[in-house]
Every structure is written in structure tokens, then in C-alpha cells.
């Protein structure tokens, strides 16, 4: 996303209306601090919990597939020392694959998604090269081929579709520019699980991501960043929670990464209306903890020329990674 060319002023009226809107997440738990075990610990191969990947596989010993979709952050990017955004091997999918392979040692990771991907292109093409011709078209060729041996398919899409309101006009254009866009997010991530779910088969565990939001970390820049922080966030909160409803529609399960970054967490005054540890610790010149938590789980505080870029750190697709660990071994 591009925000440095974001300016404006916000209205009271506004911003008090797009802070209610962060009640959609306001009650997430933080997988990340919950205090369940993260499965780093887990004994022998047969104690993980890996039903619900065995159940897409016809023969669980043999030779399975990860098949992991979406966005840059499906790839692993983040920015080199010279500024420049590469793809790794150290993204969540990397990371949830190695785990996997504990209890599937067969497991082969194939990466399909694509920096830049937004859910028109994953659609129809236009911002990878696939000999399908679309992301969308080559991970239901290969799923389709591959049937009784994908053990997973994680997908991360719909973060980029909103770039052009967050990076064209003043603060107050944005909310009517990105509620203009859900509608047709939602129609096209209808699509893409529609197709995903008939090319995988009903038994075949798809999981679906929220995402984190990397402009908090404009926080640290005045005024208008924190006025561009709190209405990201909000919108956010909302946008997550369609991605989610439209993935657990299609019979996918969800990771909450948006909690697990703590996204709502302003270290606002607590139901009894005392100020928490973290409103006083602002106070003394420190930041919010979703702020905080953004600049050490993403590019975004960075000094130049890595940052401010919106990948998550080695620290945040680490994160990520658990999120989703927790949800493929999660009870159903």
C-alpha cells in the first residue's frame, strides 16, 4: 500500500463513527498471548493434531501437497537491505509447512500466490505470469489434478483491492472509496473460494486469513497518521470480518491475524472506565500496543530505504505462521 501521499482532515462526527466500527473484532483474543501451547513442544509425529488434513488425504503416508495462495505475503516478501521487496523463505507458509511436516513428512509446499495480487486479478490475470493465466485458473488445474493428496490450502487475498482509495485523496475520501469496493470484494472472493472448493473436494482443509494493518505505524508521524491509524484500523475490522464470514461460508476455516497483531488494542480505557497500563505508558511517550506491536511485526517503523514497508517481519510471519498452526490443529 501506498500512504505517504494521504492528507485531510477528519471530522469528530467520522472519527467517532469509525471507532465503533472496531467493535467487529473488539473481543478477538490475541492467539499470540492466549497462553495455549503453540505445538513447538509437541512430542511424537502421532500426538499432533492433524485430523483435518489427514481427512482430504487418500492415503496419508504418501506423498501431499500444501498448496498456499494469495498475496506477496503468501510468498513470504520483505524488504533487502537496499529497500527492495523480495520474495523468502521465511513467510508464514515456509514456516507452517516445516511444522506440518512433523506429523506429514511427505508434505511438499507449493507456492503459487503473487506480489500485488488483487481478488479481480487473482481472477482474471493480469498481475503474474501463469500458464493457466490466472492464479485462480492454475490453483484449481493443479488441485483438480492433484485430488486425495492436498492436505492444505491457505489463501490470503483481498488486502491490496483498496490500495487506490488509501493512496489517492484526503483522509475523508477513504471510507466512501473502500465501502464502494466490498461489495465487489466480497462477489470476487465468492468466486475465487467457489471455484477453490470445487477444485479441492469437500473433504480438503482450506484456511482463510484476516489480516494485520500495517498503517498503524503511522502513529509515530503526527496528527494525521494517528487520524489515518484509527480510521485503517476501523475499516479494517469490518473488511476482516467479510473475508471471514465469505470463507467460512465455503466451508473454510479462518486465522485471525488481525487479533493476533492486537489491531484493535489503542490501550482505550477498559469497560470500568480506568485508564489500562498501556493508555498510561502513551502518556509517558510511549505508543499504543497495536502500534507497537505493528512496528516490531512489520517493516512499516523502519528507517529508510527498508522501511516503511507493510511486510511482516521474520517476528511477524512468525506470528502469522501460528495463527494459522492454531487453526489447522484447532478442534472443528
Not at 74 to 97: E, F, N
Not at 117 to 128: D, K, L
Not at 133 to 162: C, E, K, W, Y
Request: net charge positive; glycine share 12%.
Amino acid at each position: 500500500m501506498q500512504l505517504r501521499s494521504i492528507t485531510g482532515r477528519m471530522t469528530p462526527a467520522l472519527l467517532a463513527s469509525l471507532i465503533m466500527l472496531t467493535g467487529c473484532s473488539q473481543g478477538a483474543q490475541d492467539p499470540a498471548s492466549s497462553g495455549q501451547g503453540s505445538g513447538s513442544r509437541q512430542g511424537a509425529n502421532h500426538r499432533i493434531p492433524l485430523a483435518a488434513l489427514r481427512a482430504g488425504l487418500a492415503r496419508p503416508a504418501a506423498r501431499s501437497f500444501y498448496l498456499s495462495l494469495g498475496d506477496s505475503l503468501s510468498q513470504g516478501v520483505q524488504p533487502s537491505p537496499a529497500g527492495h521487496d523480495v520474495i523468502t523463505d521465511r513467510g508464514y507458509a515456509d514456516r507452517l509447512a516445516a511444522r506440518l511436516r512433523r506429523g506429514l513428512p511427505r508434505l511438499r509446499l507449493v507456492k503459487l500466490g503473487c506480489s500485488g495480487e488483487t481478488t479481480v486479478t487473482m481472477i482474471h490475470g493480469g498481475s503474474c505470469h501463469y500458464p493457466a493465466g490466472s492464479q485462480l485458473a492454475q490453483a484449481a488445474t493443479f488441485l483438480r489434478s492433484h485430488r486425495g493428496r492436498i492436505a492444505l490450502v491457505t489463501i490470503d487475498i483481498g488486502a491490496n483491492d483498496p490500495n487506490a482509495c488509501l493512496a489517492n485523496g484526503g483522509v475523508s475520501a477513504i471510507l466512501p472509496c473502500v465501502a464502494g469496493r466490498m461489495p465487489q470484494i466480497e462477489k470476487n472472493l465468492g468466486t475465487i473460494m467457489s471455484a477453490l472448493r470445487s477444485a479441492a473436494g469437500p473433504q480438503t482443509l482450506i484456511v482463510g486469513m484476516t489480516y494485520y494493518v500495517p498503517e498503524l505505524g503511522l502513529w509515530r508521524t503526527g496528527l494525521t497518521g494517528k487520524r489515518v491509524a484509527i480510521l485503517t484500523g476501523a475499516l479494517a475490522a469490518g473488511a476482516n470480518k467479510l473475508l471471514s464470514d465469505q470463507y467460512r461460508q465455503y466451508g473454510a476455516r479462518v486465522a485471525d491475524v488481525f487479533a493476533a497483531f492486537r489491531t484493535s488494542d489503542f490501550g482505550m480505557k477498559n469497560r470500568h472506565g480506568h485508564s489500562t497500563a498501556a493508555d498510561r505508558a502513551r502518556r509517558l511517550g510511549t505508543v499504543p500496543p497495536n502500534v507497537a506491536a505493528i512496528c516490531t511485526l512489520t517493516w512499516m517503523c523502519a528507517p529508510a530505504p527498508r522501511g516503511p514497508d507493510v511486510h511482516a517481519t521474520n517476528a511477524g510471519y512468525r506470528i502469522i505462521a501460528r495463527a494459522f498452526w492454531r487453526t489447522v490443529t484447532a478442534s472443528p
